[in-house]
T-cell receptor, first 114, second 111 residues
């Protein structure tokens, strides 16, 4: 069964460093998302991406965040200058079609900012 | 406002018992979804119920939806130790159909 994959599974970085989190969505899906979950808290929406552009973003997704689909398979989330409060699980998700709301999530990347 | 608040926050039952989790939401919906998350892992879609449906079954899962009360429940019958996980309801919002999750119910099934 097709699945969303994410790399790395765990990333440790120093405050102020840039990180890139990578995702490979399900191949025939058209809509892509990033969510994050701070330890012990809710899963929160960050950004959605469709047709090679951001379709919607939350207040969390400020100028230090960016997303890219550099080729036909990868979908990346970049954090330019990490802060301690960026420590969280980051989940990528994809959705197949308009009118189909089920999202398929990757296993997540645990980001630890020291 | 928060969508999809679950209760209880934590539930501990014996294997073989049924587990019921509830979710409340605040705005109108087209559908409501339930997801499961094993500790430290990604979310797995369990079931979607549309706003014009009142009940839906999938294996040992039964979901109900009461749009007049803006609430949903997830029933897991004949629970197993492997059902131990966090369960979240989620509603869809925005033009991008992003998910808004509740705070989840941590279910522990004791063998």
């Amino acid at each position: 069964e097709p699945e969303v994959t994410q790399t790395p599974s765990h990333q440790v970085t120093q405050m102020g460093q840039e990180v890139i989190l990578r995702c490979v969505p399900i191949s025939n899906h058209l809509y892509f998302y990033w969510y994050r979950q701070i330890l012990g808290q809710k899963v929160e929406f960050l950004v959605s991406f469709y047709n090679n552009e951001i379709s919607e973003k939350s207040e969390i997704f400020d100028d230090q965040f960016s997303v890219e689909r550099p080729d036909g398979s990868n979908f990346t989330l970049k954090i330019r200058s990490t802060k301690l409060e960026d420590s969280a699980m980051y989940f990528c998700a994809s959705r197949e079609l308009a009118g189909v709301d089920t999202q398929y999530f990757g296993p997540g990347t645990r980001l630890t900012v020291l | 406002s928060q969508q999809g608040e679950e209760d209880p926050q934590a539930l501990s039952i014996q294997e073989g018992e049924n587990a019921t989790m509830n979710c409340s939401y605040k705005t109108s919906i087209n559908n409501l979804q339930w997801y499961r998350q094993n500790s430290g892992r990604g979310l797995v879609h369990l079931i979607l119920i549309r706003s014009n449906e009142r009940e839906k079954h999938s294996g040992r899962l039964r979901v109900t939806l009461d749009t007049s009360k803006k609430s949903s429940s997830l029933l897991i019958t004949a629970s197993r130790a492997a059902d131990t996980a966090s369960y979240f309801c989620a509603t869809v919002s925005g033009s991008a159909r992003q998910l808004t999750f509740g705070s989840g119910t941590q279910l522990t099934v004791l063998p």
